[in-house]
């Protein structure tokens, strides 16, 4: 098992350098005067070019990138080019809002969307297709429209929850939670959906199997066998589905995050682009690819967790 963490460390470790490297050469590529950006139109020629000199953009772009993987790699991800503030702190502000929303939206897909499959792939029947249509529905529908729809209804219609804003745990906890309802809500209806379908199918194939009949005619429980047996040898697929939903949280968060007003890594990611703020840019999408790499190296520990094989493989 530790053999495969290492592995897995290793490879993360080489994404990261390889996705840095491809975006910072695309957002080169891209064109456009950034130098002129950020002094202004009225700017004259010299100006532009002593912004360019004191930003390295009149380095090769081979150059600019070996000077900001050093700083990276000893931790310094620079300035902002247009706000003049520290990018690292800036991210560690704005870091909690995102992990909140993505991490309490898996958490309550993993649980309602596990329960869900696990029903349905029992029960059959009546109970079965309801969950195809719930299905459909959560696949059909974009998360942005879902926070329109709630904000519309829950926070103006019925001021229950607030429309926008984030209030850290530190601060209030049941600030917190209600800062983030909604927005966890409008994202984990897709990522629920998700999880409850590949539950479904995979413990209806493990159900099937020989060796639940095995385990049914020795006289063990339907709970023990569903849950004991069957769940246990159905989760990997369902996890592998979460675990890509949970990257799939963080890029709607950009949007979400936007409809909400949270001051998270979305909002940030999204400015910066716009800016073609590179410095801010770069310091996200390594953040980001940690974030993914992480995940996956949880997912390979749970896997060793569930199947003994995979600690040895």
Same mark, same amino acid.
Request: proline letters at 4%.
């Given at each position: 098992?530790?053999?495969?963490?290492?592995?897995?460390?290793?490879?993360?470790?080489?994404?990261?350098?390889?996705?840095?490297?491809?975006?910072?050469?695309?957002?080169?590529?891209?064109?456009?005067?950034?130098?002129?950006?950020?002094?202004?139109?009225?700017?004259?020629?010299?100006?532009?070019?002593?912004?360019?000199?004191?930003?390295?953009?009149?380095?090769?772009?081979?150059?600019?990138?070996?000077?900001?993987?050093?700083?990276?790699?000893?931790?310094?991800?620079?300035?902002?080019?247009?706000?003049?503030?520290?990018?690292?702190?800036?991210? /560690?502000?704005? &870091?909690?809002?995102? =992990?909140?929303? %993505?991490?309490?939206?898996?958490?309550? !897909? @993993?649980? $309602?969307?596990?329960?869900?499959?696990?029903?349905?792939?029992?029960?059959?029947?009546?109970?079965?297709?309801?969950?195809?249509?719930?299905?459909?529905?959560?696949?059909?529908?974009?998360?942005?429209?879902?926070?329109?729809?709630?904000?519309?209804?829950?926070?103006?219609?019925?001021?229950?929850?607030?429309?926008?804003?984030?209030?850290?745990?530190?601060?209030?906890?049941?600030?917190?939670?209600?800062?983030?309802?909604?927005? /966890?809500?409008? &994202?984990?209806?897709? =990522?629920?959906? %998700?999880?409850?379908?590949?539950?479904? !199918? @995979?413990? $209806?194939?493990?159900?099937?199997?020989?060796?639940?009949?095995?385990?049914?005619?020795?006289?063990?429980?339907?709970?023990?066998?569903?849950?004991?047996?069957?769940?246990?040898?159905?989760?990997?697929?369902?996890?592998?589905?979460?675990?890509?939903?949970?990257?799939?949280?963080?890029?709607?968060?950009?949007?979400?995050?936007?409809?909400?007003?949270?001051?998270?890594?979305?909002?940030?990611?999204?400015?910066?682009?716009?800016?073609?703020?590179?410095?801010?840019?770069?310091?996200?999408?390594?953040?980001?690819?940690?974030?993914?790499?992480?995940?996956?190296?949880?997912?390979?520990?749970?896997?060793?967790?569930?199947?003994?094989?995979?600690?040895?493989?």
């Amino acid at each position: 098992m530790l053999a495969l963490l290492g592995r897995r460390v290793l490879s993360g470790i080489v994404l990261v350098f390889v996705i840095s490297a491809v975006t910072f050469f695309l957002i080169h590529l891209a064109g456009g005067d950034i130098a002129r950006t950020i002094v202004g139109d009225t700017a004259t020629e010299e100006q532009v070019a002593r912004k360019a000199a004191e930003l390295g953009l009149d380095q090769p772009i081979p150059a600019q990138y070996v000077t900001w993987l050093t700083d990276a790699v000893r931790g310094d991800f620079g300035t902002s080019w247009f706000t003049n503030q520290g990018i690292t702190a800036s991210i /560690v502000a704005k &870091l909690p809002v995102t =992990v909140s929303v %993505a991490i309490c939206g898996t958490v309550v !897909s @993993a649980v $309602i969307g596990f329960g869900l499959g696990t029903l349905a792939a029992v029960r059959r029947g009546i109970v079965d297709r309801f969950l195809q249509v719930l299905v459909v529905v959560g696949f059909a529908l974009p998360n942005f429209w879902l926070g329109l729809v709630l904000v519309a209804t829950l926070a103006v219609a019925l001021p229950l929850l607030p429309a926008t804003g984030f209030v850290p745990i530190t601060q209030s906890p049941t600030g917190w939670l209600a800062s983030i309802t909604l927005p /966890v809500t409008a &994202l984990a209806i897709g =990522v629920t959906a %998700a999880t409850a379908q590949q539950t479904r !199918s @995979a413990l $209806i194939d493990v159900m099937r199997q020989d060796y639940i009949r095995s385990l049914r005619g020795r006289g063990l429980s339907a709970r023990s066998v569903v849950f004991k047996h069957g769940l246990r040898n159905a989760a990997p697929a369902a996890l592998t589905v979460l675990s890509l939903q949970f990257i799939n949280l963080l890029g709607g968060a950009v949007i979400i995050e936007r409809v909400f007003a949270l001051p998270g890594l979305g909002s940030m990611a999204l400015d910066a682009t716009t800016q073609g703020d590179v410095p801010s840019i770069m310091a996200i999408v390594v953040f980001m690819v940690l974030i993914v790499v992480g995940v996956n190296l949880l997912l390979d520990v749970a896997y060793g967790w569930l199947n003994p094989k995979v600690r040895v493989s």
